[in-house]
C-alpha cells in the first residue's frame, strides 16, 4: 500500500472515531463542542501511559479512552445539569480549558509539545476505528439506543414511560468521551507527537459538523458524514485551507438544501424493508 | 376484594400556575375495574389532573393514593412502575423511532434494568420483547407500520399507536386524554368497543376525558365534571346529565355543548 | 486591556441570542474579518480611518451572507442546525484568509505615536481609553435604537415570540437582517479597534480572542445589552489578573473557568439575562 493511501486511511479512521464520539450525545440531544478536550485528555493520558510505563499502544490507547471516559463522567454531572446553548456552551468551556491546562502541564511537555515514541500503523488503527464502530451500531440495535432516540425526541415523555432520562445522558455524554479519548490515543500514536494547539476548538467543531452533515438520526449518519469529509478533499486536491473551505461551503449549502443530514432514519428503514414500506404507502394513501 | 374499593383516591388536591387556581381541594375516587369518565368544558382542567397524577407537575397540597400508596410522593418516572399508563391530548409519540420502536419504549419500565436495556431488542429476529410488541401491533391492525417513522403517519395511526404503547406498561390503570378527538363516528365506536374489550379482558381500570357525551355514557359507569378546577357533580353520565349545575357550566361557558350523538 | 474588544463581541453575539435565539458563531470571524481588512487596506495605502470604516462595511456584509444561509433558511430545523452552520462560516472565514494572506502574524505601521497617558505608576493608553468610550457610546445607542424605534419594537415582538411578530405584522425577513448587520458592525469594530490598538493580526484571532466574547456573554446574562459590557470589562480584567499574578499561560483557563462556573452555578448570567426576551 502507499504511504499516501495509507495516510488517507489513517484520518478516515481517526474521524470515524472521533465522528462517533460526538455522535452519542447528540443523538440523546446534546450538543457537546468539547470532543477535542476529551480527545486530548486520551491522546495524552495514552501517550504518557506508553512512553513512560512503556505500555504496548493496545493496552494505553483503551486505557487513555478510560482516563477521558472518567473526566467525562466526572463532568457529565455538573455540566448535563444545563442544557441547549448552555450545554454546547459548558461544553465549549470545557474543551478550551483542557487544551489550556495541558499548554501548562510540564510532565507532558507543555506548549512544546509531547513525542511518542510507540508507533502504530494502519491496521492497529483500523482495527480501533472498527471495534468502535461495531460497538456503537450494537449499542444502537439494543433498548439503549432506542432510549437514547427517545430521550432526545421527548425528555418529558421518556420520563413518563419510565426512562431515567439523566442516567441515560450521563451514559450517552460518558460513552462518547471514551470514543472521543481513544481517537485521541490513536491520533497520538500515529503521528509520534502531540500538541495541545491540535486539539482545539476546530477540531471538536469539524468532528460536530461531520456528524450533522451525515446525519444524526441512524448510526450510518457519522460514518458516511466523516468518510466524505476525508475522502472528497482528498480528491480535489488542493491545499490545506481551500480543503476547509470547501468543507466548510459544501457544508453550509447542504445544511439550507437538507438540514436533517445526508441520511435519515426513515430512509434507513424504507431500505431495509422495501417491501413492507411500499405497501404501507398505499394504505396510507 | 370488593369491586367498590377505590384504586385510585384524589384527597383535597390542589395545584396553581403562578396566581391561576386549576385545580382546588379536587377529591375523587376511581372504583376499581371500572370505566370513570372526566370531564367538562375547555379549560376545566381536565389534562391538569392527569397531568398531576402521572407527575408531569408536581402537586401544591393534597395525596394522590393508588391501591394505598401516596404516588404523589413519587418522582414521576417511577409511578408508571406503580400501574398508571397514559396517552396524550395532543399525539406525543416519539417522532423519529419507527411505530415499533415506538411501543417497545412502552415495555421499558418492565425491562428497564441494565441487562434489559442491553438487550439487542432489534437485532435478534425472535426477541421475546419484540415479538410481544409486534403480537400487540398485529392485534391493533397496525402490523403493516411497524417499519414507518411516526412522525409520517397519519393522525389516527398515530393515536392508535400511543394507545398500544400505553398498554405495553401492562397498567392496572389507564388514563386516557380525549381518546376519541378527531374520530369519526364508525371509528369512535370501534374505539369504544376495543377499549371496553381491553378493560374487560386485561383487569384494567380505566379513567377517560373525553367530550363526547355519547361515548362518555356508553363508556363509562360513573362520571365526575370539572369547571374551573372544581368538582361540580359526579355520578351515573345520567344522573350527571340532569345536574343542573353542569347544565349551566357547560351552557355558561359557551364554548361547548354536551355532545350528543346528533 | 481587552475588555472593550470582549464587550462589543459579547453585544454582537448577545443580540443575537437575545433576538433570535440564535447562537451566532460566526462573530468571531467577523471579528477576524474586521482586524484583517483593517490591516489589508492600510497596507493599499489607506488612511486609517477610511480603512476603518471599508472594514465595517466588508464585516456588515460578510454577517448578511451568514444571515442568507443560516437563519433565514433554518428557523424552522433542528435546534443545532443554525448554529453548526455558523461554526462552518467561522471555518469558511479563516481558511479563506489563510488561503490569501497565510496564517502569519501580520502588523500595523504605528499610526498614533506614544500615546500613552501616565497618572503615577498607572499606563493608560488613550487609544484604548477611547475605544472604551467608543463603545459604551456605540451600546447606548444601540439600547436606543432597541427601546425607542419602530425597528426596536419590532426586534422586541420577535425576541418574545417570532411567530406571533409574523401575526403583528412584522417584516421578519426584512427586520432579521438588520440584527445581522447591527451584530457584524459591533464585531466588525471591535476587529478594527484591536488592529488599531494591538497592531497585530491574524487569520485565528476570532479563535484566539473572539470567542472569549462568548464568555463575556455569558458572564453578563445571555441577551442583556449592558451585562455585555460589564462581562466584558469583567473578562478583560480576568485576564489582567491572571497575567499578573498567575502567569500569561493561565489566561485562557481563567477565561474559560469563569464561563464554566457561570454556567454552571448562575447561568443567566451575572446580571441576570433576558432584558431581550433571551431563552436558551
Ligand atoms: N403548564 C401550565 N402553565 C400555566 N397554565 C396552565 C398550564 N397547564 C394548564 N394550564 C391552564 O390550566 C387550565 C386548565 O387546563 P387543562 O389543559 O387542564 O384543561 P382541559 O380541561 O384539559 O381543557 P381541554 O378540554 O381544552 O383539553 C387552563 O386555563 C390552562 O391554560
Ligand atoms: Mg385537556
Not at chain 2, 56 to 76: E, M, N, Q
Not at chain 2, 199 to 219: K, N, P, Q, S, Y
Not at chain 3, 189 to 214: C, D, S, T, W
Not at chain 3, 238 to 259: H, K, N, Q, T
Amino acid at each position: 500500500m502507499s504511504g499516501y493511501l495509507e495516510g488517507v486511511l489513517v484520518l478516515l479512521a481517526i474521524n470515524v472515531v472521533y465522528a462517533y464520539a460526538a455522535f452519542l450525545p447528540i443523538a440523546a440531544g446534546q450538543l457537546n463542542l468539547g470532543v477535542a478536550g476529551f480527545a486530548a485528555v486520551g491522546g495524552y493520558a495514552s501517550a504518557y501511559l506508553s512512553t513512560t510505563l512503556a505500555l504496548s499502544p493496545l493496552i494505553a490507547i483503551p486505557l487513555g479512552g478510560v482516563a477521558a471516559g472518567l473526566v467525562g463522567l466526572g463532568v457529565a454531572v455538573p455540566v448535563l445539569r444545563t442544557r441547549g446553548i448552555y450545554l454546547a456552551l459548558a461544553t465549549f468551556a470545557l474543551g478550551e480549558i483542557v487544551r489550556a491546562s495541558i499548554l501548562n502541564l510540564e510532565v507532558v511537555g507543555g506548549a512544546a509539545g509531547y513525542p511518542v515514541t510507540a508507533f502504530i500503523r494502519l491496521p492497529t488503527i483500523a482495527m480501533f476505528a472498527l471495534g468502535v464502530t461495531v460497538l456503537v451500531w450494537l449499542l444502537f440495535a439494543t433498548r439503549f439506543g432506542i432510549a437514547i432516540t427517545a430521550v432526545h425526541d421527548d425528555e418529558r415523555v421518556a420520563d413518563l414511560m419510565g426512562l431515567d432520562v439523566r442516567a441515560f445522558q450521563v451514559a450517552a455524554f460518558t460513552l462518547g468521551s471514551v470514543i472521543a479519548g481513544i481517537g485521541g490515543g490513536l491520533y497520538a500514536h500515529h503521528f509520534s507527537y502531540i500538541e495541545a494547539q491540535y486539539f482545539s476548538i476546530s477540531l471538536s467543531i469539524s468532528i460536530v459538523l461531520y456528524v450533522l452533515f451525515g446525519g444524526t438520526q441512524s448510526v450510518i449518519g457519522p460514518l458516511l458524514g466523516a468518510a466524505v469529509f476525508t475522502l472528497l478533499p482528498e480528491l480535489l486536491r488542493g491545499s490545506a485551507q481551500w480543503r476547509y473551505v470547501l468543507f466548510a461551503a459544501i457544508l453550509i449549502v447542504v445544511m439550507v438544501i437538507r438540514p436533517q443530514g445526508l441520511i435519515t432514519g426513515a430512509q434507513i428503514r424504507r431500505l431495509l424493508g422495501l417491501r413492507s414500506s411500499a405497501s404501507q404507502k398505499e394504505r396510507a394513501a | 376484594m370488593s369491586a367498590t374499593d377505590p384504586i385510585l383516591t384524589l384527597d383535597n388536591v390542589s395545584k396553581h400556575f403562578g396566581g391561576l387556581a386549576v385545580v382546588e381541594n379536587l377529591s375523587f375516587a376511581v372504583r376499581r375495574g371500572a370505566c370513570t369518565g372526566l370531564i367538562g368544558p375547555n379549560g376545566a382542567g381536565k389534562t391538569t389532573v392527569f397531568n398531576l397524577i402521572t407527575g408531569v407537575y408536581p402537586i401544591d397540597t393534597g395525596r394522590i393514593v393508588l391501591d394505598g400508596v401516596d404516588i404523589a410522593k413519587i418522582p414521576s418516572r417511577r409511578r408508571i412502575h406503580h400501574g398508571v399508563a397514559r396517552n396524550f391530548q395532543n399525539i406525543r409519540l416519539m417522532p423519529h423511532l419507527s411505530t415499533l420502536e415506538n411501543v417497545l419504549v412502552g415495555q421499558h419500565c418492565r425491562n428497564g434494568g441494565l441487562f434489559g436495556v442491553l438487550q439487542p431488542v432489534s437485532l435478534v429476529p425472535g426477541n421475546r420483547w419484540r415479538e410481544e410488541a409486534r403480537a400487540a401491533l398485529e392485534e391493533a391492525g397496525l402490523a403493516a407500520y411497524e417499519r414507518a417513522t411516526v412522525g409520517s403517519l397519519p393522525y389516527g395511526l398515530q393515536k392508535r399507536i400511543e394507545l398500544v404503547r400505553a398498554l405495553m406498561a401492562k397498567p392496572r390503570l389507564l388514563l386516557l386524554d380525549e381518546p376519541a378527538a378527531g374520530l369519526n363516528p364508525a371509528e369512535t365506536d370501534a374505539l369504544r368497543e376495543r377499549i371496553t374489550a381491553i378493560c374487560r379482558d386485561r383487569g384494567i381500570t380505566l379513567l377517560v376525558v373525553e367530550h363526547d357525551m355519547h361515548f362518555v355514557g356508553a363508556l363509562c359507569a360513573d362520571v365526575i365534571v370539572l369547571n374551573f378546577g372544581r368538582k361540580i357533580a359526579e355520578g351515573t353520565p345520567e344522573h350527571v346529565r340532569e345536574d343542573a349545575l353542569v347544565r349551566e357550566a357547560y351552557l355558561g361557558a359557551d364554548a361547548m355543548e354536551p355532545r350528543y350523538a346528533s | 486591556m481587552l475588555g472593550s474588544i470582549y464587550a462589543m463581541i459579547g453585544v454582537a453575539l448577545t443580540l443575537s441570542i437575545g433576538v433570535l435565539k440564535f447562537l451566532n458563531f460566526s462573530i468571531p470571524g467577523v471579528f477576524m474579518i474586521g482586524g484583517m481588512s483593517t490591516w489589508l487596506f492600510i497596507r493599499h495605502g489607506m488612511p486609517w480611518p477610511l480603512a476603518g470604516l471599508c472594514a465595517l462595511a466588508v464585516g456588515a456584509s460578510a454577517s448578511l451572507v451568514v444571515e442568507r444561509f443560516t437563519w433565514r433558511w433554518m428557523r424552522n430545523a433542528q435546534e443545532f442546525v443554525p448554529l453548526v452552520s455558523s461554526m462552518a462560516f467561522l471555518i469558511l472565514f479563516e481558511n479563506l484568509a489563510v488561503a490569501y494572506w497565510g496564517s502569519d502574524l501580520q502588523s500595523l505601521p504605528q499610526l498614533f505615536g506614544n500615546a500613552d497617558w501616565r497618572i503615577g505608576g498607572l499606563v493608560i493608553s488613550i487609544p484604548q481609553l477611547l475605544g472604551l468610550a467608543l463603545s459604551i457610546v456605540l451600546i447606548w445607542g444601540l439600547s436606543l435604537l432597541l427601546s425607542r424605534t419602530r425597528i426596536g419594537r419590532g426586534l422586541r415582538t420577535i425576541a418574545e415570540d417570532s411567530d406571533t411578530a409574523i401575526l403583528l405584522g412584522v417584516d421578519i425577513s426584512r427586520i432579521v437582517p438588520i440584527v445581522f448587520v447591527i451584530g457584524g458592525l459591533f464585531a466588525a469594530l471591535a476587529g478594527v479597534l484591536f488592529a488599531l490598538n494591538y497592531r497585530q493580526v491574524h487569520p485565528f484571532m476570532g479563535e484566539a480572542l473572539g470567542l472569549k466574547g462568548i464568555s463575556a456573554m455569558v458572564v453578563g446574562g445571555m441577551g442583556n445589552i449592558w451585562g455585555a459590557i460589564a462581562g466584558g470589562l469583567i473578562i478583560g480584567m480576568a485576564e489582567a489578573l491572571s497575567i499578573r499574578y498567575l502567569g500569561a499561560d493561565f489566561v485562557d483557563i481563567s477565561v474559560y473557568g469563569l464561563l464554566l462556573f457561570i454556567l454552571m452555578v448562575r447561568p443567566t448570567g451575572l446580571f441576570g439575562g433576558a432584558s431581550a426576551g433571551a431563552r436558551a
